[in-house]
C-alpha cells in the first residue's frame, strides 16, 4: 500500500516530442504527489508537484495530469529537449508524514 | 540558493570498518533525512530526524546504522561495520517544515569493498 508503481523504465524521445511518463498508487491517504528529476551524480531535485484536489498542473513545458479516481498520475514533457535526458521519479506523500515514497524511476534520453 | 551539502562524495571502504557520512542541512531548516539509492535502482527512505531525535525509521534502517546531528549544523550516518550490501549513494535531505519541499544533497557514493 505504501508503493507508488512507475512506468516505463526506460524511454526514448526524439527532441520535439512529448515524454510522458505514468505512476499509480494504492494509499488513498497519500495527499501530495511530487515529480523529482535526477542526473547522473547529482541528487533529486523537485521538479514539479501535485495536490490531488486538482487534475491538472502545468509549469513551463512540464505538465502533470492526476487521476484521483484511478489513483493515477502522469508527468508530460512538451517539446522534448536534449537538455531533459534525466532519470525522473515519481513520489507520493501522506499529509504531515515524515518521508517521501519514491518510484522506481524512469530513465528518459532525448535523441537530439 | 540554499543548498544541502554532503562529504564525502565519495568513500571506499573494506567490509566491516566504520563509515560516518556528513551532511550540512540548509540552515533554517528543521527536518532531515538520509536516503539511499543502490546503482540504478529507486531513492529509498532510511530516516528522518526531527528535534533532535529519529522520527521514523525504515526497516533498512537496522542496528548497524546510527544517526547524529553533534552540533547544529552538521547531521550524520553512521554504519558501524559495513556490509558489501551497504554499497549505495546515500543522500542527505532537509526541510524547514512537514508539507514543504525537500531538498536533497549531491550525495556520498559508498563502496563497501
Known amino acids: 500500500q505504501q508503493q507508488v508503481k512507475q512506468s516505463p523504465q526506460s524511454l526514448i524521445v526524439q527532441k520535439g516530442g512529448i515524454s510522458i511518463i505514468n505512476c499509480a498508487y494504492e494509499?488513498?491517504?497519500?495527499?501530495?504527489f511530487p515529480w523529482y528529476q535526477q542526473f547522473p551524480g547529482k541528487g533529486p531535485a523537485l521538479l514539479i508537484a501535485?495536490?490531488?484536489?486538482?487534475s491538472e498542473k502545468k509549469e513551463g513545458r512540464f505538465t502533470i495530469s492526476f487521476n484521483k479516481s484511478a489513483k493515477q498520475f502522469s508527468l508530460h514533457i512538451m517539446d522534448s529537449q536534449p537538455g531533459d535526458s534525466a532519470t525522473y521519479f515519481c513520489?507520493?506523500?501522506?499529509?504531515?508524514?515524515?518521508?517521501?515514497?519514491f518510484g522506481k524511476g524512469t530513465r528518459l534520453h532525448i535523441l537530439p | 540558493e540554499p543548498e544541502v551539502t554532503q562529504t564525502p562524495s565519495h568513500q571506499v571502504t573494506q567490509m566491516g570498518q566504520e563509515v560516518i557520512l556528513r551532511c550540512v542541512p540548509i540552515?533554517?531548516?528543521?527536518?532531515f533525512y538520509w536516503y539511499r539509492q543502490i546503482l540504478g535502482q529507486k531513492v529509498e527512505f532510511l530516516v528522518s530526524?526531527?528535534?533532535?531525535?529519529?522520527?521514523?525509521k525504515s526497516e533498512i534502517f537496522d542496528d548497524q546504522f546510527s544517526v547524529e546531528r553533534p552540533d547544529g549544523s552538521n547531521f550524520t550516518l553512521k554504519i558501524r561495520s559495513t556490509k558489501l550490501e551497504d554499497s549505495a549513494m546515500y543522500f542527505c535531505?532537509?526541510?524547514?517544515?512537514?508539507?514543504?519541499?525537500?531538498?536533497f544533497g549531491e550525495g556520498s557514493w559508498l563502496t563497501v569493498v
Open positions: 513520489a507520493a506523500e501522506m499529509n504531515r508524514d515524515d518521508k517521501i515514497i
Open positions: 540552515s533554517n531548516h528543521l527536518y
Open positions: 535531505a532537509s526541510r524547514g517544515d512537514l508539507g514543504n519541499t525537500i531538498y
Open positions: 494509499n488513498t491517504a497519500f495527499d501530495y
Open positions: 501535485i495536490r490531488p484536489d486538482v
Open positions: 530526524f526531527y528535534n533532535n531525535e529519529i522520527s521514523e
